[in-house]
């Protein structure tokens, strides 16, 4: 399995389904339903092609187009922080080859919910931490070696999940109130 044959491909998609080709339009509404006439995005072409192959998702398709020759270690670390009580802020640690990456899975955003304005408590969390915040509210770092340790950048993105958890029930409390 090639994922750069993959990842061409899905810009292939995008290219077609931006020309309007009916074939490209009918892919994306076969993997992504209604959704795919309010957007397509490459993400959303990277979602047709792995679903296409039988994936639930493209990160799981790269998962598995990973070379042999690179193994990748995954572990779930407790922080000893909780969102609520008894919920325990974990962040995943990644290492392939010299890489390390420390992600919180986008847990504090499904713990608190996705209100409208989500997004101005990320900026924040982003500036007081200085991590990563995707567009699905995975907030993550690379372990950068001479910079910062891996204890750090675990201790600094279970800090930033739970910050970001409780800026979205200030919002939403806010709000409501």
């Given amino acids: 399995m090639n994922l750069e044959h993959y990842r061409k491909?899905?810009?292939?998609?995008?290219?077609?389904?931006?020309?309007?080709?009916?074939r490209a339009f009918s892919r994306?509404?076969?993997?992504?339903?209604e959704r795919s006439k309010e957007r397509f995005l490459l993400s959303d072409a990277q979602h047709v092609i792995a679903v296409e192959r039988g994936y639930r998702s493209w990160p799981e398709l790269r998962r598995a187009a990973e070379p042999i020759g690179h193994p990748r270690t995954e572990t779930v670390i407790?922080?000893?922080?909780?969102?609520?009580?008894g919920d325990a802020v974990r962040v995943r640690v990644v290492q392939r080859e010299h890489r390390?990456?420390?992600?919180?899975?986008?847990?504090a955003f499904d713990q608190a919910g996705r209100p409208r304005a989500w997004q101005a408590a990320a900026d924040r969390v982003?500036?007081?931490f200085v991590v990563n915040i995707s567009r699905h509210g995975v907030i993550s770092l690379p372990v950068m070696r001479?910079?910062?340790s891996e204890?750090?950048?675990?201790r600094r993105i279970?800090?930033?999940?739970?910050?970001?958890?409780?800026?979205?029930?200030?919002?939403?409390?806010?709000t409501a109130g």
């Fill in 100 to 107: 390390i990456w420390v992600v919180d899975d986008g847990v």
């Fill in 146 to 148: 001479g910079y910062l």
């Fill in 28 to 33: 994306a509404e076969a993997a992504l339903g």
């Fill in 126 to 128: 982003h500036k007081e």
């Fill in 78 to 85: 407790d922080t000893g922080l909780e969102y609520r009580p």
């Fill in 158 to 174: 279970a800090k930033a999940s739970l910050a970001l958890y409780q800026e979205i029930l200030d919002l939403e409390g806010a």
């Fill in 151 to 154: 204890q750090e950048v675990v």
């Fill in 9 to 22: 491909e899905a810009k292939r998609l995008r290219r077609a389904f931006a020309a309007g080709d009916p």
